[in-house]
């Protein structure tokens, strides 16, 4: 039975640096190790944001962000980078190769690892495609990778990584959803004992996830499964129905 990678946020609010109002307004849940906790709500409700205190790119006014036990204010960067993967809803590569960027998280990782997590993430047919796979070089605004594909290499790297947490922010929205499907259900597997959360637009992306949490305005306004919700949240049957 896993045990790592629980993430506790507790009584959480935040309001970007010089901004008037809050952005996150008492948020609190617990993501469970071996359980997919998924994150709905309309654009600005602060998905993206809440993400990005599990990743400490900032800390919150008040309350706290806890995985295991440990505040992440405590962790280093370092640390944090082998805790905690975030695959960011516009995803970004390196300068460098496909390779180093798979690398990043873990650099002693063997091309095997990189190919398995190529594979998983629906990539490996593109990046074998390229004349000197995982040597062709990639750069930041460079056009050789296309949007879809530039997510996939987020997720993979996240793979390579093998953090206890796997934040994945709108990750799959872009793909059709026969791709969406396979790709969710070998992460499935790739990502098994460790927590797993999940910004998404679509119900089917989410629909099978252990935990549900409906965001609207800075403010978790529902949790549940897909079919409480269902039953009980009048913003979760508006999502669903539109
Ligand atoms: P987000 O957290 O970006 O909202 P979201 O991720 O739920 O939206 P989407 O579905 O479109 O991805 O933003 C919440 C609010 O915070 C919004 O009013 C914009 C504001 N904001 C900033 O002021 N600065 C920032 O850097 C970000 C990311 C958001
Ligand atoms: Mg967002």
Redesign the pocket.
């Known amino acids: 039975v896993p045990t790592a990678g629980r993430v506790e946020l507790r009584d959480v609010t935040f309001g970007y640096p010089g901004a008037e109002r809050p952005v996150l307004d008492g948020v609190s849940f617990v993501a469970e190790p071996g359980q997919t906790t998924a994150i709905i709500g309309s654009t600005g409700a602060g ?2 944001t809440l993400l990005s205190l599990v990743s400490r790119q900032y800390d919150p006014q008040q309350g706290s962000v806890a995985i295991d036990g440990v505040s992440v204010s405590d962790l280093g960067r370092h640390e944090m980078a082998s805790v905690v993967g975030l695959i960011p ?1 516009k995803p970004y590569l390196f300068s460098g190769t496909i390779g180093s960027n798979l690398r990043f998280g873990r650099p002693e990782a063997t091309d095997a690892e990189l190919w398995e997590a190529l594979r998983v993430a629906q990539g490996a047919d593109f990046v074998r495609e390229k004349t000197h796979g995982l040597d062709e070089r990639v750069s930041q605004g460079g056009t050789n990778v296309s949007g879809g594909q530039r997510q996939r290499l987020c997720i993979a790297r996240a793979l390579v990584a093998r953090p206890r947490v796997y934040l994945f ?2 990750s799959f929205s872009a793909l059709d959803v026969a791709t969406d499907a396979r790709l969710r259900e070998g992460l499935g597997e790739a990502t098994a004992g460790a927590t797993v959360i999940i ?1 998404a637009q679509r119900v089917s992306t989410i629909r099978s996830a252990d935990q549900i949490l409906v965001m609207d305005g800075g403010a978790v306004v529902g949790r549940g499964t897909h079919d409480e919700l269902l039953e009980s949240n009048e913003t979760y049957r508006e999502i669903v129905e539109s």
């Open positions: 998905k993206t809803q922010d709108d910004v």
